[in-house]
């Protein structure tokens, strides 16, 4: 039986209620992997050295659609690159967040005006106001967790849909 402290919290804010609620943190990322198809990866880099490259190339063999922002680049993994989320012409399922803490309340803002549904904050970045900020307006967010090793340990249940091209 799963643990009631492992719980999403319930949220008076209807769309992460409709999705999410009484799931336990695990079961609702499974679903969020399984329903998204589009990843808007702020801060992703050219650099093969970088961690945004890897999970990012890690996402794009597992079929989801990488879209690259970063305003110093322009393109990545064969994707154009934008220099704003509010520059990005298509519907972004998640807004994966690979800038330092200081730059999360801006990125946030940002996915709310976009209408993002979800956004993930990368290992080792946490901002609960922005975390807040973000659920008020009806947005699931995961903080301080590695998507590729999410998905890795789901990899037999997640099951994502091709997106249309």
């Not at 961690?51 to 690259?68: R, T, W």
């Not at 519907?91 to 979800?118: L, N, Y």
Request: net charge positive; aromatic share 6%; glycine share 4%.
């Amino acid at each position: 039986m799963a643990d009631p402290a492992n719980k999403v919290p319930s949220s008076p804010y209807p769309a992460t209620n409709a999705e999410f609620a009484g799931m336990s943190e695990a079961d609702a990322i499974t679903r969020m992997l399984n329903s998204s198809k589009t990843i808007a990866v702020v801060g992703l880099s050219s650099n093969r050295m970088r961690a945004s490259f890897h999970v990012a190339e890690y996402l794009q063999s597992a079929g989801y659609k990488i879209i690259p922002v970063n305003p110093n680049e322009t393109a990545v993994l064969g994707e154009k690159s934008y220099a704003r989320l509010q520059d990005v012409p298509i519907s972004i399922d998640v807004v994966q967040i690979f800038r330092r803490t200081i730059f999360v309340p801006e990125i946030v803002e940002a996915a709310i005006q976009i209408k993002a549904r979800r956004v993930w904050m990368q290992e080792g970045i946490v901002n609960a106001e922005a975390a807040e900020r973000a659920q008020r307006a009806g947005i699931f967010v995961v903080m301080n967790k590695c998507m590729l090793k999410e998905h890795v340990k789901r990899s037999r249940s997640v099951q994502i849909a091709k997106p249309n091209t």
